[in-house]
């Protein structure tokens, strides 16, 4: 059925497009009417486990590509991705798709990720079909198409009591549409999705434990620039989401919401219809050695739109994001702050308060010596609304501290690499409830060596690395170890084969628990000047001493990479 | 005492004992006559917050309902969903009549368990409340109850005296409703660089679901998997998640803690390579409900290539929440670069056209 489907999809886009390139000859290329170029990848992979059940599959094969095939003038870049991952019992997992464009004329059909706005279409998978047009002054955009399909349990899955159970899911379609003025620095658009379950695609026998949806959204989407580098860019979006389309509908609306009033003309008011608003503006200055947002952001309880996957909910937030890059580039620091509550409405029986801090240096004063240091502070305090024993005060922080030190040391003979890790993470409950984690302190060091032999094209590694976790009242779990590894490079250095150990000693609640063995084998052959060939297998020993952490275990893996770029 | 020693002991002794006993067997009678219908009654866990669930109990409860009598019974069912803190009621309008009954036969037992007309006494037209402006409003625009402590009962009466003829305080349970948050990925950040130095010991860390988290005990399940490339990170989440596709390089079910560290036994994720991460919250008691099922947003975090070269510079996070969790403004530090010294002439031309 993919096969079919996609080559129709190749024959319905050269038609479609023929009567593109015929309105502009003048600007086709004659002597070269059909271009491919792009990329594609194969990649086979064996795995077994002795002692575990199976991490991954035994064998798993993926293909994937993007090639662009450009006919008369007319680009059809394509995108597919098949694997045996794919499964008849679940949405499918291989995709393929095409969006082929000539001057302001884009054409969507297949499986595509199309963005009309953050709060209406937002990027979900769709399959269908779609057109973009983007005629000077004008933006307008169509998709129509299949947004998850229909899954249920069959008579297979239930015979074998073992089998993977799916949650069943209703065939969901949708439409959008966008409508705007202007270009890529000053826009104003306005969007709508309809998205609906059909009811008939799922069993009977499901459909009491499945609620039908139905979504109806319209978004606003504007930006302007201001003196070329001020940026004021807002989204709103309106969703009226029905939980339920089966839920009776209100007889006597005027005692109901009052929105309701003027839309239930629209949207059958039930008792399932959410009415939600969301909404982001910034205001940014970026300047080539300066620059900041400032970003205001609101989101309803639970809204959702059935073109956007999963964001946070029941939010306000205030946040500002300044960024420089002084002494020519060689000086870069990027932060972010802001504090956010939830409990927009008050049904919560409590008020979360967090404030978010981070901040990034990047100093590579010479070719030589680079340090990057990077900080970041989660801050969660949560204050009941109301008298309520369910609602205590609970207070949260989360630090993260990372130093990354970097020397290089190189002249015609040999090129010298040291690389420091340092990550330091804390999670402290100053004020705890009975749901709190307890205090949890974190270290991950690690240092690497390597040196490279120029002439000879041979090189070695050495490397150090320790990570140990502390949770208050529970002990402690971690490990340090050594890695080693040299590399060589045959055949007028054409072939590069490297080979890398690692041995770490595992320890928990202060007590040795084994250790892990990695052995890899690396091979990297360049076939000809645009074809590659990798090969890679890997060998893990486990050995544990205390089984209620980790088991003790060997696995194998062997891996062959064959790239293509044309 | 045995029951006959203590009447002939009341009886001999004087009449304000007898009166008392009167009393008794009056009230008990008198009970009898008001319990004829026994209900019970069992919601299914987790317990949602969407009104939805409560205007049609249908597959969501269980409503066992046994006729006490000797007599055939003519029966409707009414309820109300009560907030304890708050005081705050949805019930069964008083003048609520459904066309059809239920008839149970002497001592005859049913139970209900699927969508019915019978378990639609909470409709939002059957209904009234105490429920005012802003709180209705608001309930009824995000089409959810508050977070709280609730009462859910079922009473039962004659469907043509509509006589209560179950017991006034009988047929209830109690449950938490919670609108507790997924849990949000608080390291890696969004669009992150992990240094390959640093890609054996991975810090994962997230933050817990926020609301009332009462007779809940949350646990988490970690997923990172590798994106596909052209793949959606959503999806290869969801391949993972839900239908043990893509080979995830962690999936730990019923982590206790909000952190966890990438261990040298677990499997390695691939130089240069694009991750995405989801953390799930669940209740190891089954009694919370989390938004999205408990499902966190997405985290996509890149592992650098070469174990030994220079850290990439890592993007600073903008923005906490939103589409795709983060994003990045124009504030990244410059490429870091090799530079080569060349000395020579440079000649160049352009051709007439």
């Given at each position: 059925m993919g096969l079919k489907t996609l080559l129709l999809t190749i024959v319905l886009v050269i038609l479609s497009m023929s009567c593109c390139y015929a309105q502009d000859m003048g600007q086709v290329d004659v002597k070269h009417p059909i271009k491919i170029n792009g990329s594609l990848n194969l990649q086979l992979q064996s795995y077994s486990a002795v002692g575990i059940p199976d991490r991954e599959q035994a064998f798993t094969w993926m293909i994937n590509g993007s090639p662009t095939i450009t006919i008369l003038g007319v680009a059809l870049p394509f995108n597919f991705l098949f694997s045996n991952f794919n499964n008849r019992y679940y949405q499918p997992f291989n995709q393929f798709g095409v969006s082929p464009y000539y001057k302001w004329v884009k054409i969507h059909l297949g499986y595509r990720n199309v963005q009309f706005s953050p709060f209406t279409l937002a990027g979900y998978r769709m399959l269908g079909v779609g057109i973009e047009l983007t005629p000077k002054g004008f933006r307008f955009g169509f998709m129509y198409g299949q947004l998850n399909r229909s899954t249920t349990i069959d008579s297979l899955q239930n015979a074998n009591p073992l089998a993977f159970r799916t949650q069943p899911t209703?065939?969901?379609?949708?439409?959008?549409?966008?409508?705007?003025?202007?270009?890529?620095?000053?826009?104003?658009?306005?969007?709508?999705?309809?998205?609906?379950?059909?009811?008939?695609?799922?069993?009977?026998?499901?459909?009491?434990?499945?609620a039908p949806q139905e979504n109806k959204v319209v978004g606003l989407s504007l930006q302007k620039t201001f003196l070329k580098r001020i940026v004021w860019k807002t989204d709103l979006g309106?969703?009226?989401?029905?939980?339920?389309t089966r839920a009776t509908q209100y007889t006597d609306v005027a005692n109901t919401f009052f929105t309701e009033k003027f839309i239930s003309d629209l949207v059958k008011p039930t008792i399932a219809t959410q009415y939600l608003l969301a909404g982001e503006t910034r205001l940014g200055y970026h300047g080539n050695r300066l620059g900041a947002d400032l970003i205001y952001r609101r989101v309803d309880p639970d809204y959702k739109s059935m073109g956007a996957y999963f964001f946070q909910t029941d939010i306000e937030q205030y946040s500002i994001a300044p960024y420089a890059h002084l002494d020519s580039g060689k000086l870069s620091i990027s932060g972010n702050g802001g504090i956010q509550r939830d409990n927009l409405y008050n049904l919560k029986t409590a008020t979360s308060q967090n404030i978010i801090a981070s901040i990034n240096i990047s100093f590579n004063p010479s070719s030589k010596f680079g340090v990057n240091a990077n900080y970041s502070n989660y801050g969660i305090t949560q204050n009941p609304t109301r008298i309520s024993s369910q609602s205590d005060l609970f207070k949260q922080v989360s630090d993260n501290y990372t130093l990354t030190p970097y020397f290089n040391f190189s002249n015609q003979h040999s090129v010298n690499n040291i690389v420091f890790v340092a990550c330091y993470e804390?999670?402290?409950?100053?004020?705890?409830?009975?749901?709190?984690?307890?205090?949890?302190?974190?270290m991950v060091g690690s240092?690497?060596?390597?040196?490279?032999?120029?002439?000879?094209?041979?090189?070695?590694?050495?490397?150090?690395?320790?990570?140990?976790?502390t949770i208050t009242g529970q002990g402690d779990i971690g490990s340090y170890g050594v890695g080693i590894g040299t590399g060589a490079a045959f055949f007028k250095k054409k072939v590069n084969v490297n080979l890398n150990a690692t041995y770490n000693s595992n320890y928990f609640n202060s007590t040795g628990n084994g250790y892990t063995l990695l052995t890899a084998l690396s091979c990297t052959i360049p076939i000809t000047q645009k074809q590659s060939l990798q090969l890679y297998g890997s060998y893990l020993d486990n050995n544990s001493l205390n089984t209620t952490v980790v088991q003790t275990f060997s696995e194998y893996t062997f891996r062959i990479n064959y790239g293509f770029t044309f | 005492m045995k029951i006959s020693a203590y009447l002939s002991n009341c009886f001999s002794k004087n009449k304000q004992c007898i009166i008392t006993l009167a009393l008794v067997v009056?009230?008990?009678?008198?009970?009898?006559?008001q319990a004829q219908v026994n209900i019970a009654f069992v919601l299914k866990p987790p317990y949602s917050s969407y009104l939805k669930d409560y205007a049609n109990?249908?597959?969501?409860?269980?409503?066992?309902?046994?006729?006490?009598?000797?007599?055939?019974?003519?029966?409707?069912l009414k309820g109300s969903v009560t907030n304890v803190s708050e005081g705050l009621y949805v019930r069964t309008g008083a003048n609520y009549h459904p066309s059809g009954y239920i008839t149970l036969q002497p001592h005859q037992t049913q139970v209900f368990t699927s969508s019915s007309n019978v378990t639609r006494f909470l409709d939002a037209n059957n209904t009234e409340t105490n429920i005012?402006?802003?709180?209705?409003?608001?309930?009824?625009?995000?089409?959810?109850?508050?977070?709280?402590?609730?009462?859910v009962c079922i009473q039962a009466y004659d469907f043509y005296s509509n006589a209560l003829l179950s017991d006034q305080n009988g047929g209830c349970t109690t449950i938490n409703i919670t609108l507790a948050s997924a849990p949000f990925i608080t390291n890696p950040h969004n669009a992150q660089t992990i240094p390959a130095a640093g890609a054996n010991s991975i810090v994962y860390t997230w933050t817990p679901p926020i609301g009332n988290l009462s007779g809940g005990r949350p646990v988490y399940d970690l997923v990172v998997v590798k994106v596909m490339p052209g793949q959606n990170s959503n999806e290869a989440i969801n391949a993972a998640r839900d239908y043990n596709a893509n080979?995830?390089?962690?999936?730990?079910?019923?982590?206790?803690?909000?952190?966890?560290?990438?261990?040298p036994y677990d499997l390695k994720p691939e130089p240069g390579a694009t991750y995405a991460m989801q953390v799930i919250a669940k209740d190891a008691n089954n009694t919370l409900s989390f938004k999205n099922d408990g499902k966190s947003e997405i985290v996509v975090f890149t592992c650098d290539t070469n174990k030994t070269s220079p850290p990439a510079p890592t993007k600073t996070r903008v923005s906490t929440p939103g589409a795709g969790s983060s994003f990045t403004g124009k504030n990244q530090p410059y490429l870091q670069l090799e530079s080569y010294t060349f000395k020579g002439k440079l000649v160049w031309g352009y051709k007439k056209n």
């Open positions: 209703y065939s969901r379609m949708a439409y959008a549409v966008k409508v705007g003025v202007g270009n890529e620095k000053n826009y104003i658009d306005l969007s709508f999705l309809k998205g609906w379950d059909q009811v008939n695609s799922l069993s009977a026998q499901f459909q009491d434990s499945v309106f969703s009226i989401y029905t939980l339920d804390q999670l402290t409950a100053p004020t705890a409830n009975i749901n709190s984690s307890p205090n949890q302190n974190t240092f690497s060596y390597s040196h490279t032999w120029l002439p000879k094209g041979i090189s070695g590694n050495l490397s150090l690395n320790y990570n140990n976790t | 009056f009230s008990y009678q008198h009970a009898s006559a109990l249908g597959d969501k409860s269980i409503i066992t309902v046994t006729n006490l009598t000797a007599t055939v019974k003519q029966l409707y005012v402006n802003p709180d209705k409003r608001n309930m009824l625009r995000l089409a959810q109850l508050p977070e709280g402590i609730y009462h080979n995830p390089i962690i999936y730990k079910k019923g982590l206790a803690t909000q952190t966890y560290i990438s261990q």
